[in-house]
Each structure stands twice: as C-alpha cells, then as structure tokens.
C-alpha cells in the first residue's frame, strides 16, 4: 500500500466509505483533509451499518490511526455524538482519533446561518445539507473562525464565542431568525470542547512524522470532483477543495509523497442539491428508487439519478491524477436490457470532450450515447472478475478505456465481501 489519495469522480456519493474500508486494511493511517459532517460515508460490517460523518472509516478495524486533518471543519457537538455512537457500538476512539489543533470549528451560528440563506435564496438555492458547512469555510477565508486549538482553551474560547456570537447574532437577525443565546451555545461547545481536549493535537507533526517512519497513508476524500470550490459546477458545489490537491493542503503532507490517486465513480451517476446534470434520467432514477437505493446518507433526500458520463469522469481522471478506478454500485443495473454511456457532450451542434466551466454551457450540453446490452442477471455474488457475466465485464471495460485509468476495485454490494479487488 502507497501513499494514496481516494477521491470521488463524480458529485459524491460514489460509494468511497465502502472503497475507503476496503483499502484501509492495507493502510497505517486514514485521514480526512477537507469537507465536514456534509459527508456521510456508510460502511457496513457483518450486520451492523456505520454512517460516518466526520471520523474517518478507519476507526472500524483495530491498530489504525485516524487523523482529522486542518482542512476539515469540526462541529464539535456533531463530533462528540459520532464518537459516543461509535463508543456505544464497541469501537475504540482514545489512543486512535487524533484532530488537528488548526481545524476550524462549525459552531451553531454556521448552521443556522447556512439554512437561513439557503432559504433566502428560494428557487435559486443550492441544496446544501445545512450542516454550516459553507459559512464555516467563509469564517476561516474571513480570517474570523475559530479553531480547535480555541476550544480546548475554555478562557480563550468564552471570550472569542461572546465576540463572534455578537457579529453572528446580528447578521441572523438581519436574515429574519431568532438570535442565538450565548449560555446556550457555550455550554454545548464547553462541555464539548472537554471530551475532545484528549484528542487534539499537531497532525501536522504527526503526519510527517510517521511519514519518516515509512507509515502507509490513505486520505479519505470526502463529496467529489464536481462539488469541488474550484472544479466543480460552481455555484452548486460545496465549500473546500474536494480534488486530489485538497489532500496535502488539508493535511500538511507534501504532494510528492503521494504515490496513488484512486478515483471512485459509481457505474452510473447521482446528484443530490441543484445545478446541471447532463445524463440525468428519470427512468433510472425510478428504478434505482423503487429498489430502494439513492437516498442520502447525511440528509435521506432521493438522490437524482443519470447514465454513467464518461466526459465528467474522464475530467475527474485529468484534474486528479486518477490511477486507478473502484467502480461501484454495479448490481444496481443487474436488471436493464440497455444501458447507456454518455461517451461525448454537444453543444450548439460541436462535439465537446470535456466540462465546460460554464455552467449555462454545461446546462446546454446535450450528452452522446453509446449503448451497450445489459446482463440481465445478478452480479452481487461475484467476487472475482471471471464470476462478472461477459456483458459486465464488457461494461466495466468500457468505462475504464473511457476514463483513462485502470480498474482498480469492483463493487457488487454494499457489504465488505461484496468486493472485487483486481489491482
Ligand atoms: P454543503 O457541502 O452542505 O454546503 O452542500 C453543497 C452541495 O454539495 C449540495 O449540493 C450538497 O448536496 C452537496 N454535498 C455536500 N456533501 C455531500 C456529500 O457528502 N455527498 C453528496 N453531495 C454532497
């Protein structure tokens, strides 16, 4: 196992917790750089289902060391409900979850601040989780947030709450909600601020320490590609650097100890929030939904459903240094006779190859299929490559010659076994 990068390649949930535990037993160190508890990554172990929030996955197999890294925003409150679900459920946090004393925290005003705008904006909302995700980052572009290091220091911490609690209280009032009160809010964090004390420290030093001792690391990416500040379909994205990039900036590990980027795509395409969607299709989304799949794991919206793109998942390839890719949810399309890949967009009657950044452009781009015949039968069994019917195989080949990348992991169900692991 090399130092890797996990990614998602298409808008999230691609299916990475699964990919990421899989991989994890390989890995030293899991660590999350980036996003909030707007992921929600579902690991399912024997009978039992974890969706993590914040904690990275690893934290479920023993002798890993989890890292929440600078480029994370915590809710400590969020935070200290995880670790106590997890704590219920047998699994061992002290001694393994380690938090970055320069992550920024999300603190009940971002929240409320998130869902205030959010319905301001009516029609043109962005469908965020309402997780304080996006004013959380703003505070800390803002040079107005406050850190971990402030919580655990409880004078610091009063003191800088009753001022930004100040600024906040007005702007939510302005926004038309009711302002927060400051005992209230205190005393969550405070009492918050005490269990997490232990577990707070210099990931930096700690990652680049290990590092010298030749520990294996894998970073948890959170969201995907096109929810990315920078390459994703802006505005409709999330607040941090979702890429490939965003694992050394929110981690302090240099780029070129990274060894591997593994790119995870679902063998078709969701979106939850607003904004284009080129293969969108309502009659896959009808059946993916009547089998009880593609609700969200964070907020239980029915998730839009679409064709796999290989134009987005091919630029996803281009901007991450994809090497490998773990394809999932492949036994959703068990059932089809046809099944469509979108090899091409066009737009005004040109052949485009790539995202346009333009998202009226993007909304204009109709996609070109190629149409490939479905197996008809169930891939959920399978647990290596030659057990895949011809047509799956086919399919996946396909989606990997498209990509331009080599396919890494299969996946045929949401359980651990349910795994093909081909590189
Ligand atoms: P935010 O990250 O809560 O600000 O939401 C911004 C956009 O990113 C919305 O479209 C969300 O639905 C989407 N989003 C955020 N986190 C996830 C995720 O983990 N999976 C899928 N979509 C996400």
Sequence with gaps: MANTILVGAQWGDEGKGKIIDVLTEKADIVVRSQGGSNAG????????????????????RNRKKCVIGNGVVVDPVGLVEEIRMLED??????????????????????????????????????????????????DKASRTGLRMMDLIDPERFEKALRERLKENNAVLKALGAKPLSFAKVHAACRAAGDRLRPLVTNTVVLLNRALRQR?????????????????????????????AGGACTGSGVPPHRIDRVVGVMKAYTTRVGEGPFPTESDELGDLLHGMGREFGATTGRPRRCGWFDAVLTRHAAMVNGIDDIAVTNLDGLDTLERIRICVAYKLNGKKLDYVPADLHQLAACEPVFRDLPGWQSDTSRARKWKELPARARQYL?????????SLGIVSVGPAR????VLK
């Design 89 to 138: 459920l047998g699994v061992k946090v002290d001694g393994k979850l380690f938090i970055s004393d320069a992550a920024h925290l999300v603190l009940p005003y971002h929240r409320l601040l998130d869902a205030q705008r959010e319905d301001h904006k009516g029609r043109k909302k962005i469908g965020t989780t309402k997780r304080g995700i996006g004013p959380a980052y703003a």
């Design 397 to 405: 080949e396909a989606v990997a010659n498209l990509v331009g990348a």
């Design 417 to 420: 076994d349910q795994t093909i």
């Design 215 to 243: 520990k294996e690391m894998l970073f948890e990416g959170a969201q995907g590609t096109f929810l990315d500040l920078d390459h994703g379909t802006y505005p409709y994205v999330t607040s941090s650097n979702t890429t």
């Design 41 to 60: 990554h579902t690991v399912i172990i024997g009978e039992q289902k974890y969706i993590l929030h914040l904690v990275p996955s690893g934290i479920l």
